[in-house]
């Protein structure tokens, strides 16, 4: 039997309820589940909580309840926000499950006899909302440098993982698996972390101290680190110890998916743990980017976090999955403001394909009694349309399994605009009135084949309006399969269609932060003055560092270079007028600014996919580079 896809997220804290950035990372991994779900692939998504540890035992202690019925409250509000936003997980496992408590005793045993684990004194600055011991250079201004809140000194006695003991082993598997930590910028940061000496991890704390968390079984004064418990959990989940035929059927995991922040517990602690109790690590350990808000990192802690529920109400699920996806690049930051996203939806959901459902399905009604019509012979027009639509279902293949969620959309994109543009250029209104029903029929057949193949490609993304679409189309509601959206004129004709209600209404911006701010605090907002531009508008730009991998003349362009530039996770064309400043050799290597969220355009016939950022007096061009070495891909803030 066919080892299943088996992706993770990290399982998430529950000392609030979650916020945009835990969505984020939970719609995308139940994006790529379903993509591969509907390519064929037998898929294990895997989601849940993590319950023990300080901090929740505070939180509890606060509101007056017991550690675990303050987790129960929080557990049944992650499930029901995953219900909301359509996560088809097919495991949800929580801590404190007794299955999970016992297979964490069983790999501490099993640490402990070999020899991998041992009691030390240590003294340490103790950071309680991270719950992180941390050195004195590691501090930054004497705070913790994860949260940047105070620490305390400690000094105790605890148990240690032998984590150096593995240093050397982790160097050589990253260096020999390129694929095992994504994105290769992330990759970098990891092996730059290796460089120097791998201290031992502390694995426990004193019960005097903490008693929340999981007794070790070879010391009962002690309960285990809440890291060390919680990453045990993407081998418990399958089944490890006691079933090892599941366990063995599913890992390794193929993917785990989390924010970058927590990329060094995933990338470094755990497959040293996992290489000591002799289980292979995982296919990839794939960080995302943050979502940021005036360039500060979304967090409760931060007091920006944007809400999902409220959202959902205002929006929609499947309108708030697509933004989500559409306007961040996975392996970087993304800005996020009320005004992108009501944009994002406007432009892309409601004017165009939510235009053309409502165009295609009103003609087809007005025309054809609401059936759909047998085409006749195709012209240039529809064959044109036809590789369109060839050309993002082969994008969305090869995107998505990459990782580029948001270009594999962009493809999906062009395709509805390109049948919108198909329809103003056939004009079937025109056809209508000439009485040309014959021609009339290929086209609005064709359009809504179009519209068959869009609901395919975007299903994943948008479940409930991509099913809606099929129902308007007269589809017979069964499971989608990637496989029929590479085929052309499929739909059935003289079927009959529903045309419905507009998919996604318009939004008006002012009346929806009126709705937004009675509920919640809106994000501030910048005051602009005559001649100045809002922040706003400037963080639409997406600037980002690339290296120059080749660069060569432009044949029969005297002024052009063409530019390969590697972005960290693509590598594009960028095509510039510097020649008279600068001979390609001198370009090579040199890290430059690139504005990355471009249309591609044709300069001299060459296509450029971005711009590259220079200043020149006329005389002299000089192009922008950055003091010191930063990996491809980083953004700019």
Not at 10 to 31: E, F, I, M, S
Not at 170 to 179: F, G, Q, R, T
Not at 338 to 351: G, H, P, Q, V
Not at 389 to 412: H, P, Q, T
Request: aromatic residues 10%; hydrophobic residues 40%; negative net charge.
């Amino acid at each position: 039997m066919e080892k299943p896809f088996y992706i993770t997220t990290p399982l998430y804290y529950v000392n609030d309820n979650p916020h945009l950035g835990h969505a984020y990372t939970t719609v995308l991994a139940d994006t790529i589940a379903r993509y591969r779900r509907i390519a064929g692939e037998s898929v294990f998504l895997l989601t849940g909580t993590d319950e023990h540890g300080q901090k929740v035992a505070e939180a509890a202690s606060a509101r007056g309840l017991t550690p675990k019925q303050h987790c129960d409250i929080y557990v049944k509000n992650f499930k029901n926000f995953w219900q909301m936003l359509q996560i088809q997980y097919d495991y949800f496992i929580r801590t404190t499950d007794k299955e999970h408590i016992s297979a964490v005793k069983k790999a501490l045993q099993i640490l402990w006899e070999a020899g991998e684990i041992y009691q030390s004194e240590y003294s340490g600055w103790y950071c309680t909302p991270c719950e992180r011991f941390w050195t004195e250079k590691d501090l930054v201004g004497g705070l913790c440098p994860d949260c940047k809140r105070p620490v305390k000194e400690l000094t105790e006695k605890n148990y240690f993982f032998r984590m150096s003991k593995h240093q050397e082993w982790l160097i050589e598997h990253i260096k020999a698996n390129p694929e095992f930590i994504q994105p290769e910028s992330r990759r970098n940061e990891i092996l730059g972390f290796l460089r120097q000496p791998l201290n031992d991890l502390c694995i426990s704390r004193p019960k005097d101290r903490l008693s929340w968390g999981i007794e070790l079984p070879f010391d009962k004064d002690f309960v285990c680190y809440v890291w060390f418990d919680a990453l045990l959990n993407y081998i418990t989940a399958i089944g490890w110890p006691e079933q090892m035929g599941k366990f063995e059927y599913h890992w390794p995991a193929d993917v785990h998916l989390m924010a970058k922040d927590i990329v060094t517990t995933h990338a470094v602690y755990w497959p040293t743990m996992l290489h000591a109790l002799g289980i292979e690590p995982p296919k990839t350990v794939f960080s995302h980017g943050w979502w940021m808000v005036e360039e500060v990192k979304m967090g409760k802690s931060m007091g920006n976090a944007v809400p999902i529920s409220k959202l959902i109400d205002l929006l929609g699920c499947d309108a708030l999955r697509y933004f989500l996806i559409r306007d961040s690049v996975i392996s970087n930051d993304s800005q996020f403001s009320y005004e992108s996203m009501f944009r994002r939806i406007n432009t892309d959901l409601a004017n165009d394909l939510g235009n053309l459902a409502s165009r295609v399905l009103g003609l087809i009604q007005q025309n054809f009694e609401g059936v759909i019509p047998v085409p006749r012979a195709a012209t240039s027009e529809e064959t044109a349309l036809k590789e369109v639509a060839l050309k993002a279902a082969e994008s969305i293949r090869e995107d998505i399994w990459e990782f580029r969620l948001s270009r594999g959309l962009e493809a999906v994109n062009n395709l509805v605009c390109e049948t919108n543009r198909y329809l103003e250029r056939t004009a079937p209104w025109s056809l209508a009135k000439q009485g040309e029903y014959e021609r009339l029929a290929t086209v609005l057949y064709n359009a809504a084949e179009a519209l068959r193949v869009t609901s395919i490609l975007f299903w994943p993304v948008m479940p409930d309006s991509c099913d809606e679409i099929r129902r308007r189309l007269g589809i017979e509601k069964k499971a989608i399969e990637l496989d029929n959206a590479f085929e052309w004129g499929i739909l059935p004709s003289n079927r009959k269609i529903v045309v419905g209600q507009p998919l996604f209404p318009r939004i008006d911006e002012k009346a929806m932060m009126e709705k937004i701010e009675g509920k919640e605090p809106a994000l501030p907002e910048t005051e602009t003055t005559e001649g100045l531009i809002d922040i706003g508008h400037f963080a639409k730009i997406k600037l980002a560092l690339g290296r120059v991998l080749d660069c060569s003349n432009a044949p029969n362009a005297d002024k052009l270079l063409l530019l390969k530039v590697d972005l960290g996770t693509e590598i594009r064309q960028i095509v510039a007028g510097i020649a008279p400043w600068y001979k390609p050799e001198e370009l090579i290597g040199r890290t430059i600014v690139i504005v990355i969220n471009l249309a591609p355009a044709k300069i001299r016939g060459y296509e450029s996919q971005g711009m590259l950022l220079a200043a020149g007096t006329g005389d002299c061009v000089r192009v922008l580079t950055i003091d010191g070495e930063l990996p491809p891909g980083t953004s700019i803030r």
